[in-house]
């Protein structure tokens, strides 16, 4: 009888423990966005990522405004994981 071994082969990384959650980030995001002045139903929002390094604990959100898009219609939202702190960073 042959064993089966599956530690190593296959194994997923465990994924990051947050303290948000990807709903929570995104209402964040959609917030700051509405008071910088956004009409966030005008954009899609393509794209949530957390980062986890040692030296960054944050959320990415990414808005692209629905096309046609023209240059600089896009802006992304980054939260912190643990303050809930948001900036926004204007498109170019």
């Known amino acids: 009888m042959a064993l089966l071994s599956t530690i190593g082969c296959g194994q997923r990384a465990k994924a990051p423990e947050t303290q948000l959650t990807k709903d929570e980030v995104i209402s964040i995001a959609e917030a700051t966005a509405r008071t910088e002045g956004y009409d966030i139903r005008k954009y899609n929002m393509t794209g949530c990522h957390y980062e986890f390094t040692d030296k960054d604990d944050t959320w990415t959100v990414?808005?692209?405004?629905?096309?046609?898009?023209?240059?600089?219609?896009?802006?992304?939202?980054?939260?912190?994981?643990w303050t809930k702190k948001a900036t926004l960073m204007h498109g170019e």
């Not at 629905?66 to 939260?79: E, I, L, R, S």
């Open 62 to 81: 990414s808005f692209v405004l629905k096309p046609p898009t023209p240059p600089g219609g896009h802006f992304w939202v980054v939260v912190d994981d």
